[in-house]
């Protein structure tokens, strides 16, 4: 800020200053030469104007009238200056006329039209002395009403930064604007490190569940030494995760036990997020109340193939079990999205799509219908969990596909998500231009040669 000068006192006018001042000295010298020549044409013993103007009071009140006029030029030449142009909308600068200011002794507030109906804010003493306005935190201010649902991870203590990665997507693309809790799930106990690390993502509730031991274990009638053959053989094949014991326990506990876990007990939806996953898009509405709005059960975003030698016997199994219930086969099932020749049913060669599941939005009462029940039950009891690989993934699908109607399984076309190595990304470019999505197109899955969503718009829309 520009430093006081004070006003000459005397008729020698100070010096010139640095730092943006008056220039006194030389307004004095150009004035008191053209003085010197108005002084040649004056009147003789009348004085010119420019004699009277160098009288002292009058001067006096010139040099007054330079400072202020110089204070103007440097107070615009700081500061934003009045704007002329109409307020604008919150989020920008608003006019600064005084005109609207009303003063109160906590300090000024600005009266502006897009205030109308607001309340006013509430301010707080802080530890520094100053008062601070209240914080605003999105999901404090959304007005309505939540589904009952929870955000579902299956996930181990050391996966902490991976997790923590997915959760930093979730929470700025959709939950702090919602505030849904978050239920994590282990075989294992989580340490306190695990458990520090993602609360500090999240402002909402997080419970941690330890899968009981019969949920992720070995049946008694499962001969154990013939498993481990066959994990064996299909690692000896560079099958993907066919040597692992722990990813088969992880396949049966999500196809048949997640949705029993303690804390989901009282949920009705869960959205599964898996530990390094991204999304790239803004999510302002809320996928669970979509899902209970339009009687949704099943949601995905990608869809392919899956490993024919994981799953060698599975088609069949399907097909013992709709033969014994038929009851459970829905009217208008999605059984061309599972089958080539819609024609030929479930007599018809699995084509081995299947929703790829470690994204899933889905009501958890169909998991615990009867339908579910009793096909989870005797798919289990022929061990194909553990003698082959069979995965949750097309476990659900072939479930979901053929129990439910086709018009209540969605695709979240506009969830932008990528699970290595794989992303979806929507067609839609007002998505894009209105800065709500920051994938590109042309990396979108969905027309690869491996993705089944050609098939799945045989049943579905076609977004695109």
Excluded at 167 to 190: A, I, L, Q, S, T
Aim: net charge negative.
């Amino acid at each position: 800020m520009t430093a006081y000068t004070p006003l000459p006192t005397t008729s020698n006018p100070p010096s010139a200053s640095v730092g943006g001042k008056f220039n006194w000295s030389s307004w004095s010298a150009n004035t008191a030469a053209f003085a010197a020549a108005n002084s040649a044409n004056a009147h003789p013993g009348r004085p010119s104007f420019l004699q009277a103007a160098t009288a002292r009071p009058l001067r006096l009140g010139l040099y007054c009238l330079g400072a202020f006029v110089t204070l103007l030029v440097i107070a615009g030449s700081t500061g934003r200056g009045p704007a002329t142009g109409p307020v604008r909308k919150i989020g920008s600068y608003a006019s600064e006329s005084l005109e609207g200011w009303t003063f109160t002794s906590g300090g000024s507030w600005r009266e502006l039209p897009q205030n109308e109906g607001l309340l006013d804010p509430t301010f707080v003493k802080g530890k520094d002395g100053n008062r601070y306005p209240p914080d605003v935190y999105p999901s404090a201010l959304n007005p309505f009403k939540r589904a009952n649902a929870a955000l579902v991870s299956l996930v181990r203590n050391g996966e902490k930064d991976s997790m923590r990665d997915s959760m930093r997507h979730v929470e700025e693309r959709f939950n702090r604007k919602f505030g849904y809790p978050w239920v994590f799930m282990n075989d294992e106990p989580f340490t306190e490190d695990f458990k520090r690390g993602v609360r500090a993502m999240t402002r909402s509730e997080v419970y941690f569940d330890v899968i009981p031991r019969e949920h992720w274990g070995y049946p008694d009638y499962i001969n154990q030494t013939i498993a481990a053959e066959e994990r064996q053989k299909m690692e000896d094949e560079n099958v993907i995760y066919g040597g692992s014991e722990s990813y088969r326990h992880m396949c049966r506990f999500n196809s048949g036990f997640f949705f029993k876990s303690k804390s989901l007990l009282s949920f009705d939806y869960y959205w599964r997020v898996e530990p390094g996953v991204e999304f790239f898009c803004d999510i302002d509405y809320d996928p669970f109340l979509f899902m209970q709005e339009n009687n949704k059960v099943y949601s995905f975003t990608i869809a392919l193939y899956e490993y024919e030698r994981t799953i060698q016997t599975l088609w069949q199994t399907v097909r013992d079990f709709a033969k014994l219930h038929p009851e459970h086969i829905a009217k208008d099932n999605s059984i061309n999205f599972l089958v080539d020749d819609k024609s030929e049913g479930l007599d018809a060669r699995y084509n081995l799509c299947h929703f790829w599941s470690n994204f899933e939005i889905a009501d958890m009462r169909f998991w615990r219908s009867k339908a579910y029940q009793d096909f989870f039950e005797y798919l289990d009891a022929t061990g194909g969990f553990f003698y082959e690989r069979w995965g949750d993934a097309p476990v659900h699908s072939i479930a979901a596909a053929l129990f439910v109607p086709s018009e209540q399984i969605h695709q979240f076309n506009d969830i932008a998500y990528r699970h290595n190595p794989y992303t979806h990304c929507p067609q839609d470019g007002s998505l894009f231009d209105s800065g709500k999505c920051n994938c590109n197109p042309k990396d979108s899955f969905d027309l690869d040669g491996y993705s089944c969503m050609r098939q799945w718009w045989r049943v579905g829309p076609n977004p695109n």
